[in-house]
């Protein structure tokens, strides 16, 4: 007999046999709350004769309820309520105990929370696609860009409440993109989105060439142009002025490239430039008391004075000659000089000569000779 009181009131015997697997087991039950408290038990026994024992106890410990490492909670939120700016939701959590599923607590609170209603509405842009270059340049492909919003926008667009969520851009250009969100309230939101594209490579360049002779200095260079939009990432890679005689400038290949990342490669360039800062060569020399074959007029006669006058250009080609002495003056033009010396010899009694000779490019020198 087992009882929760020493007087083992109410309690009664129960058999207690002995089987083929041996004494079976004999449950008891008490009534109580899981007050987590000291309990004793009394526990007597007798024989088949009758006899019966002293009377034995026991203690044990009755499990708690509530305790907070045995508890699981459940929360529910309502819906949320009330004018913009002052809105809330309540929030109920129940606290059960997980052995004997008794409802130990219920706390009740709130926080703040907002509606679509009265959310903000916002937007942004986001890219994909396109071959992405240098310094923020787009450099081919087809670039997408998207307008993204909050669940608190109701009508949007792009440059315009439109409803456009999306577009393409595949051409040279500098695009710039305003995007539009607005919610039920009427609060209003922009973003903004510029895509730089340039997908044509770069333009070789150099001065022009000149063909005709000249004795002006002439600038030289090899450089970049960018017809894109981006622009070359330098100008110019060579750039000169000239300002001595020189028919050609020559040029050694190179690479060019523009701020989105093109590049083209520009070959070895041989240019003309025709400049001639050199004067005429004028030699002249002066021989007393000539007869001979140079003097053309009368080669029989003794002349006091033979002048031997020699006039040259290597560069860009003699022009025109003129030399005057102590008969009609003395000129000399045409393509049959350009290439040539020409050699004038003045026989005469007189002292005193002048020679100037010119070439293609306006340069002239003057030479006299007593």
Not at 211 to 224: A, M
Request: glycine residues 8%; charged residues 20%.
């Amino acid at each position: 007999m087992i009882s929760s009181s020493s007087d083992f009131k109410g309690a009664s015997w129960q058999n207690y046999n002995e089987g083929t697997s041996g004494y079976q087991n004999v449950d008891w039950r008490f009534s109580g709350n899981y007050d987590g408290q000291k309990r004793t038990l009394y526990i007597k026994v007798k024989d088949e004769l009758n006899n019966i024992s002293d009377v034995y106890t026991m203690y044990y410990t009755v499990y708690k309820e509530c305790e907070s490492k045995n508890l699981t909670s459940s929360v529910v939120r309502g819906s949320c309520s009330g004018s913009c700016g002052n809105q809330k939701i309540t929030i109920t959590t129940t606290n059960k105990d997980i052995n004997t599923n008794k409802q130990c607590s219920v706390t009740k609170g709130s926080e703040s929370c907002s509606t679509d209603e009265c959310n903000a509405p916002s937007c942004s842009f986001s890219v994909s696609g396109g071959t992405v270059g240098s310094n923020g340049w787009y450099r081919g492909g087809t670039v997408t860009y998207t307008l993204n919003t909050n669940s608190a926008t109701k009508i949007f667009g792009i440059n315009g409440y439109n409803s456009t969520k999306s577009g393409t851009v595949s051409s040279n250009g500098t695009y710039t993109f305003t995007g539009y969100a607005k919610n039920a309230a009427g609060v209003e939101a922009t973003c903004s989105l510029t895509i730089k594209y340039d997908s044509t490579a770069p333009t070789c360049t150099h001065n022009k060439q000149r063909t005709t002779w000249s004795n002006e200095n002439k600038r030289v260079y090899k450089g970049c142009a960018d017809t894109g939009g981006s622009g070359c990432v330098r100008d110019y890679y060579a750039d000169d002025v000239i300002d001595y005689t020189k028919k050609y400038q020559n040029f050694s290949a190179y690479t060019i490239s523009d701020n989105a990342g093109n590049t083209r490669n520009c070959s070895a360039l041989k240019l003309k430039i025709y400049v001639d800062k050199d004067a005429p060569s004028v030699v002249a020399n002066r021989y007393n008391n000539y007869r001979g074959s140079q003097c053309k007029d009368d080669p029989s006669r003794l002349y006091k004075y033979r002048y031997k006058i020699s006039m040259s250009d290597g560069d860009s080609g003699l022009k025109q000659t003129t030399c005057t002495w102590a008969k009609p003056k003395v000129t000399r033009s045409g393509a049959n000089i350009r290439n040539a010396t020409i050699i004038e010899n003045l026989c005469q009694d007189k002292k005193g000569i002048s020679c100037r000779a010119c070439d293609y490019a306006g340069n002239c020198r003057t030479v006299s000779k007593d």
